[in-house]
């Protein structure tokens, strides 16, 4: 039982039925927002208080809020799809609920009952119904709930209030040349997350450390940066916002193994289960670097991909690094790679069999 009720009370549009129908024929990411967002606050004395509905716009903070000085702040990402007969679902929220309650604990923020997490989806959604894509291609509504320390005080300790909220934007495609093999870049000089950080929760400041890697990536031709393990930089983590695959010639999918320092993806973990239903053999373990470069300069490693909620499954076509450049296969977009991303996608929009239980309807 959902314990926040999310009402809705100022219902007033803040954006004409023209301008949303302009915007959803070419939405990008994250470029344009909904009509209204969902807020909870939280406070050491009370717990999750007034929960709400209201109009999309700034908010009020103090300049001295703990989040803008000490980056106490975690969020999620996931989207809502429109299916051929009108109505609204999303993928696995539960799984990003409990996720969204791990991260709270490592920054020391209060957690959100997953039964409340859903219940500010469900009510943002029905609010920004119109919002939603018919998709014509991979149009979805992307959600983003967040939580940080709100409270005005300059000391530090984990904060006495806090505010949970969820934005929507409507999204198109996360790669602006659509799905095509990525240039990954592999970071030799930053770390992403160390032993016992914040590298398996998901929060800002991860993403703050690895702006400066995804520079160097820029200025290397590369679209993506690749983080290595930070205590030997032998093995490979992830991207700083996708985890990564591999597959192989002999039928295995490599990812690395969950050892702390990396985010669990739902993407991750569907594609783990995907790939077995297809007679894959899945395997998470270490991924040694030098071992995977020669694996692809060999031919063993016949596929790579990143995935995560916003891009799905992106092929990798190359890896650079200072001391070279890897072209995996042929350099393209592999076929087991487009064949997981056709069916995952095929779930999410109801195109294909939900046999495994993920989808759930929001409107
Ligand atoms: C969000 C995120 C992912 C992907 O997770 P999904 O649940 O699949 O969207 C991967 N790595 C990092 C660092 C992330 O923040």
């Known amino acids: 039982m959902s314990a926040l009720a999310f009402p809705h009370t100022e219902t007033a549009r803040r954006v004409s039925d023209a301008e ?17 967002m969902a807020h909870a606050r939280w406070t050491i004395d009370e717990g999750w208080g007034a929960s709400e509905i209201v109009p999309f716009g700034p908010l009020q903070l103090s300049p001295a809020s703990a989040v803008l000085h000490y980056g106490q702040e975690v969020f999620e990402g996931l989207k809502a799809f429109r299916h051929a007969d009108g109505s609204v679902w999303t993928f696995r929220p539960e799984l990003n609920a409990e996720r969204l309650q791990r991260s709270a604990r490592r920054l020391a923020l209060p957690e959100l009952p997953v039964a409340d997490f859903l219940t500010s989806l469900t009510a943002l959604v029905a609010a920004d119904e119109p919002w939603v894509p018919v998709p014509t291609g991979e149009q979805a509504l992307y959600l983003r709930p967040f939580m940080f320390a709100s409270e005005e005080f300059l000391g530090v300790r984990a904060a006495h209030v806090v505010d949970y909220y969820v934005i929507a934007s409507p999204a198109g495609n996360y790669f602006p040349r659509g799905v095509q093999p990525l240039v990954v870049w592999i970071a030799d000089q930053y770390s992403r997350a160390g032993a016992g950080g914040t590298g398996a929760a998901k929060c800002g400041g991860n993403y703050a450390s690895s702006l400066l890697a995804k520079d160097e990536a820029a200025e290397h031709g590369a679209d993506e940066v690749m983080f290595l393990d930070s205590e030997t930089r032998s093995s490979i983590d992830e991207l700083s916002g996708m985890n990564v695959f591999a597959i192989t010639a002999d039928d295995r999918i490599l990812t690395p193994a969950l050892t702390g320092s990396i985010l669990e993806g739902v993407t991750r973990g569907s594609i783990l289960q995907l790939a077995a239903d297809r007679g894959l053999e899945p395997v998470e373990q270490r991924l040694v670097l030098s071992e995977v470069l ?51 996608t095929g779930i999410q929009y109801g195109r294909v069999a939900d046999r495994h239980g993920w989808l759930t309807r929001l409107v």
Do not use: K, M
Not at 20 to 36: H, K, M, S
Not at 300 to 326: D, K, M, Q, Y
């Open 20 to 36: 949303r129908a302009r915007i959803l024929t070419d939405p990008g990411f994250g470029l344009w927002y909904t009509d209204f």
């Open 294 to 344: 020669d694996q692809i300069s060999s031919g063993e490693i016949t596929e790579l991909f990143a995935c995560g909620t916003a891009a799905v499954i992106n092929p990798i076509g190359t890896l650079r690094a200072h001391g070279g450049s890897w072209t995996v296969g042929d350099g393209g977009s592999g076929e087991t790679t487009l064949a997981l991303r056709e069916e995952l």
